[in-house]
Each structure stands twice: as C-alpha cells, then as structure tokens.
C-alpha cells in the first residue's frame, strides 16, 4: 500500500530518473513533502553535500525550461510511517543499508539523527594521544581537537574509528603551521575558539564575537562573493574584514535615522522635494525607477550612496551624492551636452554609466571641435584608437597630458597624428 507523502513522522527515499540507482533516505518529524521543500532551501541556500549538490544543479538544469516537473524531477516515496523518534532513526538506519545510501546513493552517514538510547562508552586509543572514552561517534572530532569536517571526511573513506582518529590528528598537525598569526608567530592557535573571550588569541577579536558567530559570517561572506578567502594563511585579514563590516554596519544604521534633504527637478517636469531617512529615501527613489538620474537610468546603488555621503573630503550635494546630477566639476560639461549637442566619450552607458566621483580620476575634458566631452585623459586614447583603427599606434597619456599643458587641442592634436597614417579626422558639424 502506497503511504502518502503527506503523513507526519516518517522515513522516506527521494530519486531521480536521471540518476538511475541512485536513492537519499531521509527522516523527518513532519511530513515528507514539507522535509522536501526545506532540502530545496537548503540546496540554494549553499549546501554542498551529496544530496544538496544535486538538487542544486538540478534545479538549474531546469532554470532557463518554460515547463519544469514536478519537484524538478525527483519522486519521493515515504518508506514507514512511525510512532516514536526512536523507531524512526532505527528505520532510517535501517534503510540506508538497505539501499547502500552512502556508497551508491546522496547519505553521507548512516543515520544523521540517530542515537542509542541506552549510552555505551567506548574507548580507543589513537597514536599519541593516549586513552579517548566517548559514547557518541559525534563527540570523537571534540575530544581529537581536530574539525568535525576532517574526521568525518577520514571515518567514510576508512570506515575505522581509530583509523580515522590518527589520520585526523596527522593532518591536523601537517596544516598547524598555517594557523600562525602575523606577528604572534610563537602562538599558533588551531581553533577559532581561541579567538573567543578568554582564548589565546581573544585580542584579535575586539568585538567579542562567539566562535558560532565567527564561522557564520566567514561562510556567509563566502556566499556574497565577499573577498575573504578559504586560506587559514589569511585568517587575520579575515577577522580584520569582519569587524570591518561590523563597523560599516553600524555607519548604516546610523545613516537609517538621519534625516536627508533632497530637492530636484527632473527633464520630464517630475519634481523631487523629499526629506526622510536615508533608508526610507533610498527605496522611495529606487521605486521610481529609471529616468531620474542625469544618465537614464535609476539611482546609484546603495552602498555607492552611503559611501558618497559619507565621504569626509566630498564637495558634492545630496543630489549628486544619489546621482540625480551629475558632480559639480562636470555640471559646465554637462550642460553642452544637454544644451549645445556635445557628446560624452565614452557614453554614460553599460559599464560606463557613472561619472567617478573621484575627481583626480575623470576630470571632464572639452574639445569643442569634436564637439566632445572627454571623461578623463584616459580616455582620449581610447577615442584615437576608435577613430584611427585596429592598427593605428597607441597614444600614451603622457603625450597628451604634454599636449594640453602646451594649450594645443585634441583636436588639432589628433588629426596631424592620424594624417601620418592616412586617416582624415573630421570636425563634428
């Protein structure tokens, strides 16, 4: 008789056709098809083992199709239906030999959950590390000093306790050296415990954070595409990087409260006359979408805003600071282009669409033979090779930057360079 994939309390197998062979036993105090939906989350949310790794590629597999199967795929079959947690474990357990789940199949351990309830210690004795007693497979990485990551990776490839216990350590001792911190080269530390209050290292750690809060927001970071990187040899710049973000977070916050004034008219007659929080602002103005920016588009992003007000040097106003109008150094340049039919080069367009606001870096230059905007003297070289073609020689800046000092145009400058190489650069009309 088929159980439904609705009953609560239950142990269950997923498959998938494009994985003959292939089975996952799981457990859960729910229903199998609500266990279903938080593997889904999971599996998108970063996990990377067996199971996860599939229903993750799976799901992208299926990304760019109109029409998607059911759960992408996969069938789920509820094997038992239970009374007790106990009789659910040892089912689980049961069922992943059954299937060999975790030599030919997505289980990673032979019963993730499961536990004896009557407590038996154990002991083994692991090279150089004397007498350990432990009751739970769970509790040996603890009592080792060693990742439960390294020892659980060590006990599925030999499948000996003891084994895997000196494997683990040896390991452990091979990569200790890279846990050195710079400056403190005589005080290594295994552990990010040792960098919680009353650890060795807990001056690395100002804040006080717990060893949990540390590891969360290393992988969380991993996630975002954040610069901290795996390497234990950059540790320190991790933490550094860390509570950097903690301070940037409390800079935003503040920025949350206070009040901003801003007040603009758009080309199209729209009119913009706020006062709010950054916050409040920040989505007010984002949710008009593009066309108020003096580029088209929406406004900058957000931390490009932040940074902007916050900037201690800045000489711009809140207006510019969110890109409604462009930097005061470019508002002359600007207004040729809007009134007076002068081009930027290059166009505020793609990757390009933001003028810096560091002014050192892109000072507008104007030529009014072209007719051009030059945003910056780097890009003078750039138009030449535009105008000039694939083989025409490369302008250093230098060059040109001797050129302007000497009050010769970039105009005049570029058509007797180009004439040597029977290129006629013409004037805009």
């Known amino acids: 008789m088929k159980i439904p994939v609705t009953v609560l309390n239950c142990v269950y197998c997923a498959t998938h056709p494009d994985h003959p062979g292939f089975h996952y036993v799981g457990e859960t105090s729910k229903s199998a098809e609500a266990r279903w939906r938080k593997h889904i989350r999971d599996a998108l949310d970063g996990a990377r083992d067996k199971f996860h790794k599939v229903i993750f590629e799976t799901i992208r597999k299926y990304a760019t199709e109109e029409k998607i199967p059911d759960r992408f795929g996969f069938k789920i079959r509820v094997l038992h239906e239970c009374e007790t947690k106990e009789e659910r474990w040892e089912k689980e357990r049961m069922e992943i ?102 650890g060795e290292m807990s001056f690395l750690n100002p804040q006080k954070l717990t060893k949990a809060s540390i590891q969360e927001r290393r992988q969380r970071y991993q996630k975002e595409g954040d610069t901290i990187k795996e390497k234990k040899t950059e540790f320190l710049d991790q933490i550094k990087t860390m509570i950097r973000k903690e301070v940037l977070q409390v800079e935003k916050r503040k920025f949350w409260k206070e009040p901003i004034v801003l007040k603009h008219v758009l080309e199209d007659g729209r009119s913009i006359d706020e006062r709010a929080p950054f916050g409040e602002l920040y989505y007010r103005l984002k949710s008009m979408g593009k066309g108020i920016s003096y580029n088209g588009e929406s406004i900058r992003r957000y931390n490009t805003i932040l940074g902007n007000l916050r900037n201690e040097n800045r000489d711009w106003s809140n207006e510019a600071a969110f890109g409604l109008v462009v930097p005061p150094w470019y508002q002359n340049a600007d207004r040729l282009v809007k009134r007076e039919g002068y081009e930027y080069y290059p166009k505020l367009k793609g990757e390009n669409k933001w003028i810096s606001m560091n002014k050192k870096r892109e000072v507008p230059i104007v030529d009014e033979d072209l007719k051009i905007v030059f945003r910056g003297i780097s890009s003078i070289p750039a ?44 004037k805009a009309d």
């Open 383 to 426: 138009y030449a090779k535009e105008k000039g073609g694939p083989n025409f020689p490369k302008i250093d800046t230098r060059t040109i930057r001797g050129v302007l000092e000497d009050g010769v145009g970039i105009y005049s400058f570029l058509k007797d360079r180009m004439r040597q190489h029977n290129i006629d650069l013409q």
């Open 97 to 198: 030999g059954n299937y060999d789940a975790i030599n030919s199949g997505w289980n990673t351990k032979e019963g993730r959950r499961y536990r004896t309830h009557k407590k038996v210690k154990s002991v083994i004795f692991p090279r150089n590390r004397g007498k350990i007693e432990f009751y739970e497979v769970d509790d040996i990485h603890k009592k080792l000093g060693v990742s439960k990551y390294t020892f659980d990776a060590f006990l599925r490839n030999t499948g000996d306790i003891e084994r895997s216990a000196e494997k683990s350590l040896d390991a452990t001792e091979i990569t200790q050296h890279k846990w050195f911190v710079e400056g403190h080269s005589d005080k290594p530390f295994r552990h990010l415990a040792d960098l919680e209050e009353g």
